[in-house]
Nanobody, 120 residues
Framework: QVQLAESGGGLVQTGGSLRLSCLAS????????MGWFRQAPGKEREWLAA????????LSAESGKGRFTISRDNAKNTAYLQMNSLKPEDTGVYFC?????????????WGQGTQVTVSS
């Protein structure tokens, strides 16, 4: 069972950038497809982006296209979410997740989340 730990969240001003990291507990990371989600206050969890195990395929939700980029480094057991041009509506808890399927229609493992707050 792989464990996931997000980091890199924090407080940023509108228009700023953050890079979130998702560190996996072991090398089985390279066999999983990875995704990022967020949950804004009072709202349901929203899928943002996904990347396959070999990093040659990505999927992105409309809400992050052109601003959010997912990537991974299998040698470091880490997935990333680069977020640019942040807006107050991007505020929320950001989660990474791992899937054994592509396209990832279900998710097997989840991290605990990292808070992102965008001030206006």
């Amino acid at each position: 069972q792989v464990q996931l730990a997000e980091s890199g969240g924090g407080l940023v001003q509108t228009g700023g950038s953050l890079r979130l990291s998702c560190l996996a507990s072991d090398r089985t990371f390279s066999s999983y497809h990875m995704g990022w989600f967020r949950q804004a206050p009072g709202k349901e969890r929203e899928w943002l982006a996904a990347i396959n195990w070999s990093a040659d395929r990505t999927l992105s939700a409309e809400s992050g296209k052109g601003r959010f980029t997912i990537s991974r480094d299998n040698a470091k057991n880490t997935a990333y979410l680069q977020m640019n041009s942040l807006k107050p509506e991007d505020t929320g808890v950001y989660f990474c997740a791992a899937s054994t399927r592509w396209p990832p229609i279900s998710w097997t493992y989840w991290g605990q989340g990292t808070q992102v707050t965008v001030s206006s």
